[in-house]
Nanobody
Framework: QVQLVESGGGLVETGGSLRLSCAASRNIFLFNTMAWYRQAPGKQRDLVARISRGGSTNYSDSVKGRFTISRDNGEKTVNLEMRSLKPEDTAVYYC????????????WGRGTQVTVSS
């Protein structure tokens, strides 16, 4: 069983920064990808940023240039640096880890709230 625990959420003013961390219970090399998703009230859960085992990254258009995803294999963590935050970034942020391609298995954390005040 894999456990993912997010931390680092909170309340920040527009233009501020936050750093989210996701701690995995197993070596993150096990996962094909690790990612951050977010879900605002009344909306679907959307991909924010993803990093592959090899270190390739991709971002949603709405966060490109402001957010940076990184991984620390030794610490078994994946981090999301968020800068120039906007009220529309307000959401619950979820850590995701995926294993497999044809028969993909997804693991999720419980989420951490990020609130950006205007």
């Amino acid at each position: 069983q894999v456990q993912l625990v997010e931390s680092g959420g909170g309340l920040v003013e527009t233009g501020g920064s936050l750093r989210l961390s996701c701690a995995a219970s197993r070596n993150i090399f096990l996962f094909n990808t690790m990612a951050w998703y977010r879900q605002a009230p009344g909306k679907q859960r959307d991909l924010v940023a993803r990093i592959s085992r090899g270190g390739s990254t991709n971002y949603s258009d709405s966060v490109k240039g402001r957010f940076t995803i990184s991984r620390d294999n030794g610490e078994k963590t994946v981090n999301l640096e968020m800068r120039s935050l906007k009220p529309e970034d307000t959401a619950v942020y979820y850590c995701n880890a995926a294993i497999g391609v044809g028969a993909r298995i997804d693991y999720w954390g419980r989420g951490t709230q990020v609130t950006v005040s205007s």
